[in-house]
């Protein structure tokens, strides 16, 4: 198998779906199997980083074990010496991704709208800390930790929000004030699997874990959360440490592609991406009813929805493009011109939609 084959191969792997509605622990031992014969037949490979790559395949597996097992601070401390590298091992530490995303970027925050009361920009943010009770397990987080999810895109936020009625879909726009650091959990794409292969193959086995669909929405323990709720711990521990705090290098999210990847629209692959938002100050002290840091660095929108905004005056829409010569182009034209794209666009004015700072 060539280089090219094995991205195509392990691309195909994400999400991974439980078709066959096997037990957790099987379909995740099952998937990382196939991710290993991959490995094993693609030329080029050495077999220290095969074995490297098997190693963490096995801590994987053995972390689900622990938790399962309920035994969590096992479970965290495999993951975290897995991260570090303490058990003679490469450390993914250094492996993973951070990324810088630079300020004055966009993104979505939705919610659905119920009943009668009107929602403010207020309403958007994350769940205040007085209120905590009521925040339940998400993938990058769990109960009690109100996080602050947004979407790269209108769309990715009304497909994490498993396509209820759109209309009802009340969204603002979030923007970042400030250069923030984020892990990038995000699949990679072709260009940059050629630019660190070795790099992408030992991070993969975690990607795959933590892009699991659930396959029961309604029950209160989801294991296929068990390795995204894992890493968002090892994050927090991060932001936790004294030196962390001396050298300004918190991580202030996790950068994910959304386990709905789907086919059905001809939109972007990066329109499927999305944020999960940590409240670095998470205690609620001196009163705050949000995080310091997060209404620091973050302004915000009122929301509005799609039926709002035709119903005032509807949208400019162009049918008459076509016949692109690059698809990429074609992809990106397409979610312009889609309701998506011009409740974006409508929002991104901000004469209509200003941006305020949130307070405490």
């Known amino acids: 198998m060539t280089k090219d084959e094995l991205y195509s191969k392990i691309a195909e792997m994400l999400p991974v779906e439980n078709t066959d509605s096997k037990p957790f622990r099987i379909l995740l031992s099952d998937s990382l199997k196939t991710y290993l014969s991959y490995i094993n037949k693609t030329e080029g490979i050495g077999d220290e980083d095969k074995k490297e790559v098997a190693y963490i395949c096995e801590t994987i597996k053995a972390i689900v074990k622990a938790q399962y097992k309920g035994l969590h601070a096992q479970a965290f401390r495999k993951l975290s010496n897995l991260f570090s590298g303490k ?30 009361k009107k ?27 109100p996080c602050l999810y947004v979407g790269e895109s209108v769309y990715a936020c009304w497909e994490e929000m498993h396509r209820v009625d759109f209309d009802l879909c009340m969204i603002s726009r979030v923007v970042n004030q400030k250069d923030i650091f984020l892990l990038d959990m995000r699949i990679p794409n072709k260009n940059d699997f050629d630019k660190n292969m070795i790099r992408t193959l030992y991070f993969f086995p975690l990607l795959l874990s933590c892009m699991v669909v659930v396959i029961n929405r309604d029950d209160v323990f989801k294991p296929e959360y068990i390795i995204p709720q894992l890493v968002t711990e090892w994050v927090i521990t991060h932001n936790d440490k004294p030196e962390t705090k001396k050298k300004n290098v ?40 949000y995080c310091p840091k997060l209404v620091d660095n973050f302004s915000i929108t009122n929301p509005t929805c799609n039926e709002f905004e035709k119903l005032k005056c509807g949208y400019d829409i162009d049918l008459g493009k076509a016949g692109y010569d690059d698809k990429e182009f074609e992809l990106f034209a397409n979610y312009e011109l889609s309701d998506f794209g011009q409740l974006e666009k409508r929002l991104r004015d901000t004469d209509k939609f200003p941006l305020y700072k949130m307070s405490n």
């Open 87 to 116: 058990t003679g091992h490469k450390g993914l530490g250094n492996i993973l991704f951070v990324s810088k995303l630079k300020a004055n970027n966009s993104f979505y925050r939705a919610r659905v709208h119920s009943g009668t």
């Open 119 to 145: 929602f403010t920009y207020k309403d958007m943010f994350h769940i205040p800390f007085s209120k905590r009770g009521i925040v339940q397990t998400q993938r990058y987080s769990f109960p009690g930790y």
């Open 250 to 289: 918190l991580i202030y999210g996790i950068r994910y592609t959304s386990s709905l990847k789907t086919d059905e629209f001809e939109f972007p692959k990066s329109k499927l991406d999305n944020i999960a938002l940590f409240p670095i100050d998470a205690l609620g002290a001196n009163g705050n009813k």
